[in-house]
């Protein structure tokens, strides 16, 4: 018995599934890092490292190694995505983060990086089973989402189409695995990603005020 046991403790059940308190306080915050994300506030990017922090502790309580590493990763690219707001000099007219659609040879770096990422880590998962139950679809979940972070960074409106194929296979994923909690919030992560793409895609048309104190 650890003090972080509490963390796999019930704190109530839905639907017939047991939702933990890790599960429930991670996903929370996750949802409020990604309505943070999209009104461009740099409080999404530690609301990202806590999320990321409750989990870890959570999967070390549980012995899940494979869990522990994915969410290192999530907070050191939280801290990296936070570093990147915080010293960024452009500023949109109102103040905010400024953002931008990406280029082309960004767009191709980012799909090369998903792809390659999958295959290396869905490969990583098959050969070692005890780090995910379900080897190609984590993968593909875990670097869309470390994919989407590092968009999210570079202010890019594409970040938010990475969230949507993640969600894509996240929301009937869960629902066929029996994770009933972990589906509806992916399907208010669906909703929170169409309303932050249109305002990114509108606020990416907004000029910018170059050399704004950060």
């Known amino acids: 018995m650890t003090s972080l046991n509490w963390l796999d403790s019930e704190a109530f ?3 017939g599934q047991h939702i933990t308190w890790s599960d429930l306080i991670g996903n929370l915050i996750g949802l409020l890092a990604l309505a943070l994300g ?3 506030s740099i409080w999404t990017w530690p609301a990202q490292f806590a999320s990321g922090v409750v989990l870890v502790a959570a999967y070390a309580s549980a012995e899940l190694g494979g869990g522990v590493g994915k969410q290192l990763l999530v907070i050191g690219v939280a801290l990296w995505g936070w570093r990147q707001w915080t010293l960024g000099r452009q500023r949109a007219q109102d103040g905010s983060v400024a953002v931008r659609f990406a280029t082309w040879k960004e767009r191709g770096l980012l799909a090369g990086a998903a792809v390659v990422g999958t295959l ?3 490969g990583l998962f098959t050969l070692y089973p005890s780090l995910s139950w379900s080897p190609w679809a984590d ?3 875990f670097v869309g989402t470390l994919v989407a972070m ?3 960074a ?3 409106v594409e970040f938010w189409f990475a969230w949507l194929l993640v969600d894509v296979v996240g929301v009937p994923l869960a629902f066929s695995s029996g ?6 919030v992916y399907v208010v992560y669906l909703v929170l990603v169409l309303w932050g793409m249109r305002d990114w895609w509108l606020r990416s048309r907004t000029p910018v005020l170059e050399g704004a104190p950060a």
Do not use: P, T
């Open 13 to 15: 059940a839905v639907v």
């Open 38 to 40: 999209w009104r461009r």
């Open 120 to 122: 290396a880590v869905g």
């Open 139 to 141: 993968a593909y979940i």
């Open 150 to 152: 590092v968009a999210q």
């Open 154 to 156: 570079r202010g890019l």
């Open 179 to 184: 994770l009933a909690f972990s589906g509806l």
